[in-house]
């Protein structure tokens, strides 16, 4: 007779190698991610330090999980529960400074001057993200068309047909270019900022969403590993006895 039940032992054993895999993803997501921490820093953007600790972390704690789930002893799953308890805390900590991380660099954008995102603009691959950007949602710039100094790119070029004009309301438009500067003659008045934050607005909500969601995943998965040393613990008291008995 197992000590644990067959169906919760393959689901806890399940859930902990979906989550080392997604472990394995952060880790992959973080590394890319690292290319461009230095630039977004200067907008207030939080550090990848705790990025790296928890994707370890769920990494790491994931495994233990796998082996506490296959080894059927006390003593791992006693620890996983502990790692659950604490983990539960920690990713509620880690919801709440990703909103007030999100209030932060949102407020940043929308007083940041062009010296302020001057490093972002000298970055190559930020540059080349912005130049992207700049085409896809109809802007120039960060703060505005002055952050890329005295050369415009073309990028920024804004067609003043008619068909724009109709759906280019609130603000949008083209205006002409910096004097002095080397570009297009005509480029978008609006700057890249409200956009930015709408898109640091979908990645932090994402992340609040993880981070709660882990909270509640690892309230489940301290209530089944609970489970589970209260099964290994009935069935190692009920051998005792039987063996006591036939010694008597």
């Known amino acids: 007779m197992a000590k644990i039940n067959g169906c919760l032992k393959c689901l806890f054993i399940f859930f902990n190698v979906v989550f080392a895999i ?8 973080t590394v890319k991610a690292t290319a461009y921490s230095n630039q977004l820093s200067a907008v207030g953007s939080p550090s990848l330090g705790w990025s790296w600790i928890f994707s370890i972390g769920v990494l790491g704690i994931s495994c233990l999980g796998i082996y506490a789930g296959c080894a059927d002893k006390e003593l791992p799953l006693k620890i996983f529960a502990c790692f659950m308890a604490v983990g539960m805390v920690i990713m509620m900590i880690f919801g709440i ?20 995102v001057k490093p972002i603009m000298d970055n190559q691959e930020m540059t080349a993200l912005m130049n ?16 890329w100094g005295d050369r415009i790119p ?9 068909s724009y004009r109709t759906n280019a ?5 083209c205006k002409t270019k910096p004097r002095g500067a080397s570009g297009p003659d005509q480029i978008y008045s609006q700057s890249c900022a409200d956009t930015i934050i709408m898109y640091v607005d979908i990645f932090f ?11 509640v995943t690892a309230l489940l998965g301290l209530l089944i590993s609970l489970l589970m ?10 051998g005792g006895s039987s063996i006591a008995m036939k010694a008597y």
């Open 97 to 116: 400074v990703a909103t007030v991380a999100r209030n932060k660099m949102r407020d940043n954008l929308r007083s940041a001057s062009s010296e302020l």
């Open 205 to 215: 909500h994402v992340v609040m969403g993880i981070c709660f969601g882990f909270a």
């Open 169 to 173: 309301q609130g603000g949008h438009g």
């Open 132 to 147: 992207e950007l700049q085409q896809t949602a109809r802007c120039c710039g960060v703060v505005s068309a002055d952050d």
């Open 22 to 29: 997604f472990g394995c993803l952060m880790i992959f997501g």
């Open 229 to 238: 040393i209260h099964q290994i613990k009935r069935y190692d008291s009920a």
């Open 154 to 162: 073309y990028s920024c070029t804004c067609q003043s047909s008619s």
